[in-house]
């Protein structure tokens, strides 16, 4: 009987650890993580935001009223419709997520936009946006001929990631101002703010409030925030100025990412680059936008335009701005007008925000801003 103690201890290890494997806990997570598709008719990266997936194909190579992709999703997560099945896509499809283990779903909006015209049309209003409905913050969207486009993203995803309870869309760093506008129905207000425990945890303190036309990455937030941010859509146009309204007040006391205090004053900025996406892909593994890290450095970029003193703005009203794009390397216009080229606009009511050097209570208030361009 002494010898076949072993035999027994080694069942009874093999049968608890087949009832913990058991009772192991599904995945609650209901994501799409990724989205497969032919690069070679992918000019641009596809764009997977909180809600949002957008493909951009080149013309010509897919009938979009036919069209399938297949993707990849948190572990066990079910997706209707299928990935593979065929949809027509000539408006944007819904897809709903179901977490593995049945009790959290998430739904995304999925466009297929061929790159035959610019989405980014050339005045923006703020007029236009829509509200997360789980997370409640704001989401700025263009109107173009009719048909809506998720051109501007912002940091408030990851914002919602360091906070607990946020429930209304002025607790978050962007968001939309109905009082303090220049025109139309609304403007885009952008504020720093402190990202709470957790943020300070990982070192990033504070959040300038910011808007930029691209996407946001959701996923490395917190780890990587400067890749995170991913700025520029494909843009077909040659632009000559940025011209717009703003106003600026800083907040009262500037600190760093260890909330040091720091003697000067905060200030805003403002600014447009235009970049050769196929330069930066042939340079950069495939990767087809600027981050956080270069997107006022790289070499493909071919101009830049950029409000010159982003400090407190005087009275109580709008200012009005115009700079010109400072071209600073060659461009081939074939080659814009075929869509290689991106433009990102770039808002943040801290300039070194990014290095989380701000003033918590700095606002920026930005209307009616346009794109001048060549005719």
């Known amino acids: 009987m002494l010898k076949l103690r072993p035999f027994f201890l080694i069942l009874l290890t093999v049968l608890f650890l087949s009832s913990c494997i058991k009772d192991e806990a599904q995945n609650m997570e209901a994501d799409i993580t990724q989205v497969v598709i032919d690069p070679s008719t992918t000019p641009m990266t596809p764009i997977i935001g909180n809600n949002t997936i957008v493909l951009y194909v080149s013309p010509n190579i897919y009938d979009v009223t036919k069209f399938k992709f297949d993707f990849k999703t948190t572990e066990g997560a079910k997706v209707s419709p299928a990935a593979g099945s065929e949809q027509d896509f000539s408006a944007p499809i819904t897809y709903t997520v179901t977490s593995q283990d049945g009790q959290f779903n998430k739904q995304y909006t999925v466009q297929v936009i061929e790159l035959s015209e610019s989405t980014i049309p050339n005045e923006f209003a703020f007029d236009n946006y829509i509200i997360d409905a789980a997370k409640h913050y704001?989401?700025?969207?263009?109107?173009?001929?009719?048909?809506?486009?998720?051109?501007?993203?912002?940091?408030?995803?990851?914002?919602?990631?360091?906070?607990?309870?946020?429930?209304?869309?002025?607790?978050?760093?962007?968001?939309?101002?109905?009082?303090?506008?220049?025109?139309?129905?609304?403007?885009?207000?952008?504020?720093?703010?402190?990202?709470?425990?957790?943020?300070?945890?990982?070192?990033?303190?504070?959040?300038?409030?910011?808007?930029?036309?691209?996407?946001?990455?959701?996923?490395?937030?917190?780890?990587?925030?400067?890749?995170?941010?991913?700025?520029?859509?494909?843009?077909?146009?040659?632009?000559?100025?940025?011209?717009?309204?703003?106003?600026?007040?800083?907040?009262?006391?500037?600190?760093?990412?260890?909330?040091?205090?720091?003697?000067?004053?905060?200030?805003?900025?403002?600014?447009?680059?235009?970049?050769?996406?196929?330069?930066?892909?042939?340079?950069?593994?495939?990767?087809?936008?600027?981050?956080?890290?270069?997107?006022?450095?790289?070499?493909?970029?071919?101009?830049?335009?950029?409000?010159?003193?982003?400090?407190?703005?005087?009275?109580?009203?709008?200012?009005?701005?115009?700079?010109?794009?400072?071209?600073?390397?060659?461009?081939?216009?074939?080659?814009?007008?075929?869509?290689?080229?991106?433009?990102?606009?770039?808002?943040?009511?801290?300039?070194?925000?990014?290095?989380?050097?701000g003033a918590v209570g700095s606002k920026l208030t930005v209307d009616d801003i346009k794109i001048i361009t060549q005719q």
């Not at 209304?168 to 129905?185: A, H, I, L, V």
Request: proline letters at 4%; one cysteine or more.
């Open 138 to 357: 704001t989401i700025f969207v263009d109107v173009v001929n009719g048909k809506t486009f998720d051109n501007w993203a912002s940091g408030n995803g990851g914002f919602a990631i360091s906070q607990t309870g946020l429930n209304n869309p002025e607790q978050y760093p962007t968001t939309f101002t109905t009082t303090d506008k220049r025109s139309g129905t609304s403007a885009a207000l952008l504020e720093t703010k402190l990202t709470g425990a957790l943020g300070a945890m990982f070192g990033k303190p504070i959040a300038a409030g910011n808007l930029f036309i691209g996407s946001f990455n959701t996923n490395s937030a917190l780890l990587d925030p400067l890749n995170a941010t991913r700025f520029g859509l494909p843009y077909n146009r040659i632009p000559l100025a940025l011209e717009g309204y703003y106003k600026y007040s800083p907040g009262p006391k500037v600190t760093d990412k260890n909330m040091k205090e720091v003697n000067m004053a905060d200030s805003c900025d403002i600014y447009a680059v235009l970049y050769n996406r196929e330069e930066l892909a042939a340079t950069e593994k495939g990767r087809t936008y600027l981050n956080g890290g270069d997107i006022l450095t790289h070499k493909s970029i071919v101009a830049i335009a950029r409000l010159e003193n982003g400090s407190k703005t005087e009275g109580t009203g709008f200012v009005h701005f115009r700079v010109p794009f400072q071209y600073k390397a060659a461009f081939n216009e074939r080659l814009v007008f075929n869509m290689d080229y991106n433009l990102a606009i770039v808002m943040s009511s801290s300039k070194y925000g990014d290095q989380f050097l």
